[in-house]
């Protein structure tokens, strides 16, 4: 059984970037499409991007086009999530969440969220 | 890009059934999913592929779609099941997967 294990809260300035981390640990065999899924307080889910299980390849949704990244280490089964220029607005619960039943739909495997504060 | 409609928040009382509802142009062609979301704690996945469910979820939530609404339907309501549901399909766009804006199950 997968588990997905995030790094810890963060606490950003406006303007500042922050990367945050996201490991599969048990079955660590194969790698799997990831996205990063965020929530403001108080609001839904909003999807943010995908990497696919090399590393090579990456999607990314319009209204984050050119503030984030998302990169993996496949040697150690880690996936990263940079945002940079962070605004108030930013400040949200991120989530990776894998497709480890490779359905490329639906998301099955979810990290328990990283919290990213951004405030002067 | 595609839109997702949910009610805000739904009531039932335990024992009773709840149905939740997920609009969206043309959802009848596409597989929706739904994710139970409890307070602080990460969204699981409850329904998958219009009405499957994963291992490990309860016989009494299931799914269904009808014309241009997905239900999702959670039969004998319990205390436990007070959560946000949010459903999600994945589409032929720019931003492929999208999720509605969730629902609040409260447990009268």
């Known amino acids: 059984q997968v588990q997905l294990v995030q790094s810890g809260a963060e606490v950003k300035k406006p303007g500042a970037s922050v990367k945050v981390s996201c490991k599969a640990a048990?079955?660590?065999?194969?790698?799997?499409?990831m996205h990063w899924v965020r929530q403001a307080p108080g609001q839904g889910l909003e999807w943010m991007g995908i990497?696919?299980?090399?590393?090579?390849?990456?999607s990314y949704a319009q209204k984050f086009q050119g503030r984030v990244t998302m990169t993996r280490d496949t040697s150690t089964s880690t996936v990263y999530m940079e945002l940079s220029s962070l605004r108030s607005d930013d400040t949200a619960v991120y989530y990776c969440?894998?497709?480890?039943?490779?359905?490329?739909?639906?998301?099955?495997?979810w990290g328990k969220g990283t919290t990213v504060t951004v405030s002067s | 890009s595609y839109v997702l409609a949910q009610p805000p928040s739904v009531s039932v009382a335990p024992g009773q059934t709840a149905r939740i509802t997920c609009g969206g142009n043309n959802i009848g062609r596409k597989s929706v999913h739904w994710y139970q979301q409890k307070p602080g704690q990460a969204p699981v996945l409850v329904v998958y592929d219009d009405s499957d469910r994963p291992s490990g979820i309860p016989e009494r939530f299931s799914g269904s779609k009808s014309g241009n609404t997905a239900t999702l339907t959670i039969s004998r309501v319990e205390a436990g099941d007070e959560a946000d549901y949010h459903c999600q399909v994945w589409d032929d766009s720019s931003d492929p997967w999208v999720f509605g804006g969730g629902t609040k199950l409260t447990v009268l």
């Open positions: 048990g079955d660590t065999s194969t790698h799997h499409y």
């Open positions: 969440a894998g497709d480890y039943s490779n359905s490329r739909d639906y998301m099955d495997v």
């Open positions: 990497i696919n299980p090399s590393g090579v390849s990456t």
